[in-house]
Nanobody, 118 residues
């Protein structure tokens, strides 16, 4: 079965940087879209960024210019490079992969905690 695993979370000071990784494994022919979401305590899960196999990237307005999404198709891996982290970036970060353009065959990872604190 398809498995999605995030890593790279941790504790970072405000203004610091962190890179998250997402690796998908299992019976995957091709990943159409890889995306990152986050959920802060007591809040809904929010979209952050996504990237298609063609390299089309989209971002949530509040992270534009600070976060960069990238993917390595040969490794079924996506990255989220995060710079100038703020206290409000504290959340559990989730990776989501979609295997087709219809987005009806998608899988989530278990999440990785990012804590921004001085």
């Amino acid at each position: 079965q398809v498995r999605v695993v995030e890593s790279g979370g941790g504790l970072v000071q405000p203004g610091g940087s962190l890179t998250l990784s997402c690796v998908a494994s299992g019976p995957i022919f091709r990943i159409h879209t890889m995306g990152w979401y986050r959920q802060a305590p007591g809040k809904e899960r929010d979209f952050l960024a996504s990237i298609t196999g063609g390299g089309l990237a989209k971002y949530r307005d509040s992270v534009k210019g600070r976060f960069t999404i990238a993917r390595v198709d040969a490794e079924n891996t996506a990255y989220l490079h995060m710079n100038n982290l703020k206290l409000e970036d504290t959340a559990i970060y989730y990776c989501r992969i979609s295997l087709n353009p219809q987005d009806d065959d998608a899988y989530w990872g278990q999440g990785t905690q990012v804590t921004v604190s001085s």
